[in-house]
């Protein structure tokens, strides 16, 4: 799993999938498929309860300048972002687990998709480069 360190978070999660799970132990099993189906291990991040918060920062308090920035500016927009964002971090306060997963192709897309609605998985998202594409319905 993706250790949550300084290094590893990123403000936007460009070329990932990301996608709300009930619990942790389901969030287990999803990593688990993923990893059985290609997915690379130290890329996969599960995201769970304050340490999740902390890590994703969906309010723009722990991660410097240019995220709080990006934050700031989706709070304003009040957009699909920021939706996405306040139901993060949400979830997390809820004790469900985030799951990010990189998919560089269409395919890796579909399978990881794929694996996610298996494990009924709630708001599933790829976020590209620039743009947002819904991927909860098959």
């Not at 590893?8 to 189906?37: G, H, Q, W």
């Not at 304003?76 to 949400?90: H, N, P, S, T």
């Not at 004790?95 to 399978?111: D, F, W, Y």
Request: hydrophobic fraction near 40%; charge should be neutral.
């Amino acid at each position: 799993m993706l250790a949550h360190t300084m290094k590893n978070f990123e403000t936007y999660p460009t070329n990932r999938i990301v996608a709300i799970i009930d619990s942790k132990m389901e969030a287990d099993e999803v990593c688990c498929d993923l990893m059985n189906a290609g997915f690379d291990n130290s890329e996969i991040d599960e995201s769970v309860g304050t340490d999740g918060l902390k890590f994703l920062d969906p309010d723009g308090r722990s991660h410097g300048l240019m995220t709080k920035l990006i934050r700031k500016w989706q709070f304003v927009a009040q957009g699909e972002e920021y939706k996405y964002l306040k139901l993060i971090k949400k979830g997390l306060q809820e004790g469900h687990t985030v799951v990010s997963v990189p998919t560089l192709t269409k395919i890796a897309r579909q399978k990881a998709a794929s694996i996610l609605r298996l494990h009924n998985a709630k708001d599933i998202r790829f976020y590209g480069r620039f743009y947002v594409e819904h991927l909860d319905a098959a």
